[in-house]
């Protein structure tokens, strides 16, 4: 039986890069991801379909097969689209309120007419390819109604949703003047999925508050289970809706394909540590450029570390590759300024010619090439202010599964909850980073059996808990979600 499209996944992006030339003919290359890896098997087994935007506005190939016969179905999105919807309502709305704050959200009526009308357009573009009864799965906060306005659309729809970003309290949440709508959007799914507990709790605590528009909360938000060892979390909650239907809630910390991040070739790191001129100590951050990351705050550590003698600049070296990210907002174009002035100052202070104490990137690297710097680094520092959950985190203990290296993570990523083997800081206090720094050089050093049991730890979280134990777990989920109503 031919089953196509019995299997859609939805995500703001689609899975590829599209490049535009001067002539106007385009070039598209496959763009792998965890997510990609994680859907790949499901995708194929049901000769599935991904709807998403390709990269570029106002122009979108037609709708096409991979060779392993999943169907790519582009959303053309015009550049206004493109202004309002994704770096307007998701950059400067979303986005900030999500993350606690970090900064101030715009709240802009043009920007939610435009997230509207896209959101719309992506639910079209999904019902227009889904079989009849399918699984559609909806990626994240950029869309946010799909799943509500796909329930109107094609009541036949088995739909999941799940947020990539952390979901914040009521109270914060609250501010959003179309609070109700999004509330809403989000229980047209049958199951929603988070990647912590606490994210679930804030989002059935809200699901409360606004009760009678969006619908009222029936399970208990401790209710939610963690099944056998694994942190894979069962549907705990429900969601009874205005309408009657029953709405599932849980946790699933998504991870990464563990197959890419194995350990790089040793000549390639042999030359890299050479390049660097044998440094004792090697420090590294891995982030795209986003004020959510805490770049400036490690490399104020860093440099507080250099001029109190606690680190010696001939024996450390911190490399920061920070990939280019919405470079038309505000708010990134301040952290972009702050973090390169802040490179500058401290090579000025601290580096000899030939030999700068920060090599700073801002650009995008390869897998391998990421794979010769996870593997090079003594010391990984993750230190975001609030992170959904850090895939560069698990990628680098991925690494590391020998035991070697360290991990100094903030307590407010959401792997901090896995990776218990992680020196964990806060990162609004830059002592606590650079005792974290400190403690981390010193075991290397000193303490090694400490330090690799500590790597062991979390490597092991993640082998067991890979991307296909996370969407596996999801997609099991959804199928038996709405079976008790
Ligand atoms: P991001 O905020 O993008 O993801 P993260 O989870 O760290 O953050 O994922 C970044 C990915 O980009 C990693 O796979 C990393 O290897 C890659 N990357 C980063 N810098 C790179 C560079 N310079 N060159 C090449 N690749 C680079 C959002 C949420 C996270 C959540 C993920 C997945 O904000 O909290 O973990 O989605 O759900």
């Not at 709305?93 to 715009?106: E, K, N, R």
């Not at 573009?125 to 909806?138: K, Y």
């Not at 790191?269 to 990351?293: M, Q």
């Not at 700068?356 to 003594?378: E, F, G, I």
């Amino acid at each position: 039986m031919d089953d196509s499209n019995s299997f859609v996944v939805v995500a703001n992006r689609l899975p590829v890069d599209m490049t535009v030339h001067p002539d106007g003919s385009y070039s598209i290359s496959p763009s792998p991801g965890g997510l990609v890896t994680g859907l790949s098997p499901v995708l194929e087994q049901h000769r599935g379909c991904w709807v998403g935007w390709p990269g570029t506005v106002d122009v979108a190939p037609e709708p096409f097969r991979t060779d392993t016969g999943v169907l790519l179905h582009p959303v053309v999105l015009t550049a206004s689209d493109y202004e309002g919807f994704y770096e307007g309502f998701s950059n400067a709305t979303l986005w900030p309120l999500f993350h606690d704050l970090i900064v101030t959200p715009v709240y802009n009526t043009d920007w939610w007419h435009a997230f509207r009308e896209v959101n719309l357009k992506f639910a079209e573009a999904v019902s227009q390819v889904a079989a009849h009864g399918a699984t559609v799965w909806v990626q994240d906060y950029q869309l946010l109604l799909v799943p509500g306005i796909l329930r109107q659309m094609r009541p036949d729809l088995k739909i999941g949703f799940f947020l990539h970003i952390p979901f914040p309290s009521p109270d914060l949440f609250r501010q959003l003047p179309w609070r109700e709508e999004i509330v809403r959007g989000m229980l047209g799914a049958d199951l929603v999925g988070f990647h912590l507990v606490q994210n679930a709790e804030n989002f059935l605590a809200l699901t409360q508050q606004v009760a009678g528009t969006a619908g009222s909360h029936v399970g208990q938000p401790d209710t939610l289970q963690v099944s056998g060892e694994a942190l894979v979390r069962e549907i705990g909650a429900h969601v009874e809706t205005a309408d009657g239907r029953r709405v599932s809630v849980g946790a699933f910390p998504i991870s990464i394909d563990v197959e890419m991040f194995g350990e790089a070739s040793k000549s390639a790191v042999l030359d890299l540590l050479k390049t660097l001129d044998e440094p004792e100590t090697v420090f590294l951050g891995v982030d795209r450029l986003d004020y959510t990351k805490g770049i400036l705050q490690r490399l104020l550590a860093f440099e507080e570390l250099l001029e109190s003698g606690a680190l010696e600049a001939d024996k450390a070296v911190l490399l920061q590759v920070a990939t280019p990210s919405r470079e038309r907002i505000d708010h990134y174009r301040v952290s972009r300024s702050q973090v390169e002035e802040a490179v500058g100052r401290i090579n000025g202070r601290f580096g000899r010619m030939g030999r700068p104490v920060v090599h700073y990137l801002h650009r995008s690297l390869s897998k391998n090439d990421l794979q010769v710097l996870y593997t090079a680094a003594d010391v990984m520092l993750v230190t975001p202010f609030k992170d959904g959950m850090n895939l560069v985190a698990k990628e680098f203990v991925a690494n590391h599964r020998d035991g070697t290296g360290a991990l100094v993570l903030s307590e407010f990523a959401g792997a901090a909850t896995e990776l218990t083997g992680a020196y964990l800081c806060n990162p609004f206090d830059v002592e606590s980073i650079k005792r974290q720094m400190v403690a981390a050089v010193h075991d290397l050093k000193h303490n090694p059996e400490s330090a690799a049991t500590r790597m062991k730890t979390n490597s092991e979280q993640v082998y067991t808990h890979d991307v296909n134990v996370w969407a596996n777990s999801f997609l099991d989920c959804l199928a038996q979600s709405g079976e008790n109503s």
